[in-house]
């Protein structure tokens, strides 16, 4: 099976602008997750989704958005970007999972933002 | 609210010596948690995981963690380090949900070096 693909795998970005980054799923893996991984923060849940519908939501400015697709592909949106803003974006997809035990989440290789 | 404090930012190690990384975790239910290592320009990968089936855990690559309750530990080893163990790890715990999955709350991160 294929792995989590991430694109692009690398932005560059001045201020004020938005970005769009995307993220294809396992195939069969319904529920996708979004971190952001600073040297400074480390690794921060942004949000999930599942069945295109947001399920959980991370500590992150409404600038901060996302969407999840039919085919479970998912995308989150960036606007006005800021300089804190770099970082590296990983997303993972798992299985909905059994009640209560968490699924497995495979993270893809990340898109690294950079914002001048 | 869960957490888990990762002890010690740097770890070096001999090659062929002993890896012992520690994680402590804070959680106000059962916590099941993980072990992933990210090597340089990847996303992370999962070394294993605990979700109350046993307390020692085996997983990849030769790695093992221990769930001690009344220690609040998850402590990762492996017998004999290897260059190839060159890495960050990092420890995460998740509460579970009746709904799927929740998010991983991700430790500080152990930078591990493996000296020849």
């Known amino acids: 099976k294929a792995g989590v693909t991430q694109t692009p795998r690398y932005l560059i970005k001045t201020r004020g602008q938005q970005v769009t980054l995307s993220c294809s799923p396992i195939?069969?893996?319904?529920?996708v997750s979004w971190y952001q991984q600073t040297p400074g923060q480390g690794l921060q849940f942004l949000f999930e989704?599942?069945?295109?519908?947001?399920?959980n939501k991370g500590n992150f400015p409404g600038r901060f958005s996302g969407r999840q697709f039919s085919n479970s592909r998912s995308e989150m949106n960036v606007s006005t970007l800021e300089l804190g803003d770099s970082a590296l974006y990983l997303c993972?997809?798992?299985?909905?999972?059994?009640?209560?035990?968490?699924?497995?989440?495979?993270f893809g290789p990340g898109t690294r933002l950079t914002v001048l | 609210a869960q957490s888990v404090t990762q002890l010690g930012s740097h770890v070096s190690v001999s090659e062929g010596a002993l890896v012992l990384l520690r994680c402590n975790y804070s959680?106000?239910?059962?916590?099941?948690l993980f072990w992933y290592v990210q090597y340089p320009n990847q996303g992370l990968q999962l070394l294993l995981k605990?979700?109350?089936?046993?307390?020692l855990v085996k997983g990849i690559n030769g790695f093992e963690a221990e769930f001690k309750k009344s220690e609040t530990s998850f402590h990762l080893t492996k017998p004999s380090a290897h260059m190839s163990d060159a890495a960050e790890y990092f420890c995460?715990?998740?509460?579970?949900?009746?709904?799927?999955?929740?998010?991983?709350?991700f430790g500080t991160g152990t930078r591990l070096t493996i000296i020849p």
């Open positions: 989704y599942f069945s295109e519908t947001q399920r």
């Open positions: 959680s106000s239910v059962p916590p099941y």
């Open positions: 995460a715990v998740s509460r579970g949900s009746n709904f799927g999955n929740e998010k991983l709350t």
């Open positions: 993972a997809s798992s299985l909905p999972g059994l009640a209560r035990i968490p699924d497995t989440q495979y």
């Open positions: 605990y979700t109350s089936a046993a307390t």
């Open positions: 195939s069969g893996h319904r529920s």
